[in-house]
């Protein structure tokens, strides 16, 4: 009995080490993997309204994330998800990367500028959902938790309407 329950703590403690091990690779430069913050979004101008959203991050490794907004404004609501590549040697430098990735976003209301055809009058039928590419400039900032960041995000609306649109996106978030 005391050789099973020694044998269990050992596996349970070497587990938990793996996990913690696995987490430490996943981390960018000294920070930890998930970040959350604030996020601006706009559009170009003469449209830049400027809604406020929720901005989450989640490092898979050194190189590659998955982002994740969720906000709105006067004008509607909107999530999003994408994943980026970051590359740590455009600017010779592990605190500043360039990112780009591909996700999707859905919104409701007249919220991102979406300049094409099929845009609806009926207030009711004003959602849509489509995919966006980003690309962007992060500022992990030495030694503590924080990332700033700039972002433009092209995207195509595809469902209820087709059409273009562009953001223009600027955060910070905090590593925990």
Known sequence: MKRTK???????ALAL????????QAEPSNMHPFGLGVELDGGPWPAFVGDLALSGKYWVNTYEAVDMDLGGGNNG????????????????SWNVPLYYGVGAYTNVGDDHAVYGVGDTA???DDWGAGIRGKLGVDWLIHTTPWEVYGE?????????????????????????
């Not at 020694?6 to 349970?12: D, E, F, K």
């Not at 080490?17 to 430490?24: S, T, Y």
């Not at 195509?156 to 649109?165: D, M, S, Y």
Request: net charge neutral; charged share 10%; glycine share 16%.
């Open 6 to 12: 020694l044998a269990l703590s050992l596996s349970l």
């Open 17 to 24: 080490a793996g996990l913690h091990g696995a987490k430490l």
């Open 77 to 92: 609501f909107f999530t999003g998800a994408d994943y980026l590549w970051h590359n740590f040697s455009v600017f010779k």
């Open 122 to 124: 009926d207030a009711a």
């Open 152 to 176: 433009i995000a092209p995207s195509l609306h595809l469902i209820n309407g087709v059409g273009f649109g562009m953001g223009v996106d600027a955060g910070g978030r905090f590593y925990f």
